[in-house]
């Protein structure tokens, strides 16, 4: 009976996945937003769960991807097409059903590399992808920030999450033993990360939380290009 623990936990996260997709509909984004948000804690408690008990199982790994695709593929994908990119007609929805496609593609990719891709994460991890949407929207939010007035900028930027979760862009997993973290890279982040909170500073929770995320996708970039161009002048 010691699986039911770390199920539950995988269940949470489709149950606030699905409260964030109902909020959505209701055009509650902030609950949908923080909704995002809490399947990101339940998903994170069920794999340690899982190892604490002893009680991994193929049946609990399964369900985690599929609650995965759920909480952080569909409904930040809904969520950013009813916020604000249905404004822009066929782009809007092209890049909502890019964002979840790409999740579940994602998802797919990592269930068949498990064995072979060790140290870190291939591509941005869904849930780091889904909670970029979910906390900018709530950074739009407190700062009343109209996306949509920015022109094309966010469902491009959309498309671009969308990609770096299927690129080959390698992101730090923080278990040890991964690759090297470029000190550059760490300087960088860091100085973007203090600029986001700087020019967020009067939403200040919404501009950590952002901060976080945004940071992570891109360093993942900038480490990837110094490991690189470290490989190629050796």
Known sequence: MKWILPNACTAANLFFGMLSIISTYEENYFHASIFILLALIADGM?????????????LGKEMDSLCDLGSFGIAP??????????DFGLLGKAAAIIFALCGMWRLARF????????GFFMGLAIPAGGCIIATTTLLFLAKDIK????????????????????????YPDF????????????????????????ITRDAIIPGIL?????????????NSLFRLMTRDKI
């Open 77 to 86: 994908a809904f969520l950013a097409y009813a916020f604000c990119m249905h």
């Open 46 to 58: 069920d794999g340690r769960v899982a190892r604490a008990l002893n009680a991994a199982s193929e």
């Open 175 to 198: 278990k040890g033993g991964g690759e090297k973290l470029f000190l550059v890279a760490k300087i960088f982040a860091l100085i973007m990360f203090a600029g986001i909170i700087y």
């Open 210 to 222: 952002t901060a976080i995320f945004s940071t992570y996708a891109i360093f993942g970039i900038v």
């Open 111 to 118: 269930n068949v590399n498990t064995n072979i891709v060790h």
């Open 147 to 170: 996306p949509e007035n920015f022109g094309l900028i966010y469902p491009i930027t959309v498309i671009i999450v969308a990609y770096l979760m299927v690129s080959h862009v390698h």
